[in-house]
Structures are given as structure tokens and as C-alpha cells.
């Protein structure tokens, strides 16, 4: 698939077929994630891959987590960044973010399904809490996404656009 159709055509899946992701595919999204573009090319990101039930459950029973799929998926992917490998930490977030999006057409290009997983906000800081805790990580490594990961086990709907002339400006607002 070239990449204009995958970034078309990339939509959120939340129901997945009971069929595990390759190594040599979640290679591929790792790779496609560290060729994203990095302040001062500081790479900051750290992929966490888990397929245990376990981990999963821990992070979609948290009473606050809405996004129960994640125990379905096959493989769930914790996006991070190291902060001691940023040389300006203001760009961690953007950083990783940028490496996500790589992810997510990679895998539509590849035939997989992902879901973007963001549910961070300052209102619910215990689902943050609960992820740390699931992936054991040390205090230097933030986590910024969530991704789920499979092989769709439904046809998901045309992504309906606002009119191009609603967000594009030319020269000023």
C-alpha cells in the first residue's frame, strides 16, 4: 500500500481477530517509529511490546480506563520517552507523538489494525499510575500512548471529513 492510501484509510480498530502479530511485523512498527523526526535528533522514544493478559487486564480494569479493548488485542504497545535522551525535554511529548502516528499507517500499510490510546489527561492521573505500574517503569521513562494492535476483526466505516475549506487558510486567518 503506498502511503498517501495508508494514511487515508487508517481508522481506529477495537475489535480484533484472536491471531498474534509476528515479531518480524512489530519489528517493522519499531523501525517505523524511530524513522519519525526528533528535536535535535534526540530519538527519546522506548516502545514497550506486551502480549501477557495479565499486563493488559491490569491496565483496562482500572475503574477510570474506558478503553476495555485493550484486553482483546493481541499486543498491546506502551509509547515512552527517556528523559535523559532529550537534550530539550519541551519536545518529548511531540516527539513520541510523531513516532506514534509512523506506527499507526505503518501497521494499516502492513494489514494490522491499531487503536491510539491517549487517555492521559490531568482528571484521571491513576490511569497513568496503573500503566506505570503494569510495565514496571522507572521514573526516568514517560508515557505518552497507548497502542493497540491486531489484525482487524471488523470493516470500519469512511472517515467522514470537515470541508478542506474549513481548515485550510491561505496567507492569513
Same mark, same amino acid.
Given at each position: 500500500?503506498?502511503?498517501?492510501?495508508?494514511?487515508?484509510?487508517?481508522?481506529?480498530?477495537?475489535?480484533?481477530?484472536?491471531?498474534?502479530?509476528?515479531?518480524?511485523?512489530?519489528?517493522?512498527?519499531?523501525?517505523?517509529?524511530?524513522?519519525?523526526?526528533?528535536?535535535?535528533?534526540?530519538?527519546?522514544?522506548?516502545?514497550?511490546?506486551?502480549?501477557?493478559?495479565?499486563?493488559?487486564?491490569?491496565?483496562?480494569?482500572?475503574?477510570?480506563?474506558?478503553?476495555?479493548?485493550?484486553?482483546?488485542?493481541?499486543?498491546?504497545?506502551?509509547?515512552?520517552?527517556?528523559?535523559?535522551?532529550?537534550?530539550?525535554?519541551?519536545?518529548?511529548?511531540?516527539?513520541?507523538? #510523531?513516532?506514534?502516528?509512523?506506527?499507526?499507517?505503518?501497521?494499516?500499510?502492513?494489514?494490522?489494525?491499531?487503536?491510539?490510546?491517549?487517555?492521559?489527561?490531568?482528571?484521571?492521573?491513576?490511569?497513568?499510575?496503573?500503566?506505570?505500574?503494569?510495565?514496571?517503569?522507572?521514573?526516568?521513562?514517560? #508515557? #505518552?500512548?497507548?497502542?493497540?494492535?491486531?489484525?482487524?476483526?471488523?470493516?470500519?466505516?469512511?472517515?467522514?471529513?470537515?470541508?478542506?475549506?474549513? #481548515?485550510?487558510?491561505?496567507?492569513?486567518?
Amino acid at each position: 500500500m503506498d502511503a498517501i492510501k495508508a494514511i487515508k484509510t487508517r481508522r481506529s480498530i477495537r475489535k480484533y481477530k484472536d491471531k498474534k502479530v509476528p515479531s518480524k511485523l512489530v519489528k517493522e512498527l519499531i523501525l517505523a517509529g524511530m524513522h519519525a523526526p526528533s528535536s535535535f535528533n534526540s530519538q527519546p522514544w522506548i516502545f514497550i511490546t506486551t502480549t501477557k493478559k495479565e499486563t493488559k487486564n491490569a491496565i483496562a480494569e482500572h475503574k477510570s480506563q474506558k478503553s476495555q479493548f485493550i484486553k482483546d488485542a493481541p499486543l498491546l504497545m506502551a509509547c515512552c520517552y527517556d528523559i535523559n535522551k532529550s537534550k530539550e525535554s519541551a519536545h518529548n511529548i511531540e516527539n513520541v507523538a #510523531v513516532a506514534v502516528e509512523n506506527i499507526l499507517i505503518a501497521a494499516n500499510a502492513l494489514g494490522l489494525g491499531t487503536c491510539y490510546i491517549g487517555a492521559f489527561a490531568s482528571k484521571y492521573p491513576e490511569i497513568e499510575k496503573s500503566i506505570i505500574k503494569a510495565f514496571k517503569l522507572p521514573k526516568h521513562i514517560n #508515557v #505518552v500512548a497507548l497502542i493497540t494492535i491486531g489484525y482487524p476483526d471488523i470493516k470500519p466505516n469512511e472517515k467522514e471529513l470537515r470541508p478542506i475549506s474549513d #481548515v485550510w487558510r491561505r496567507d492569513v486567518y
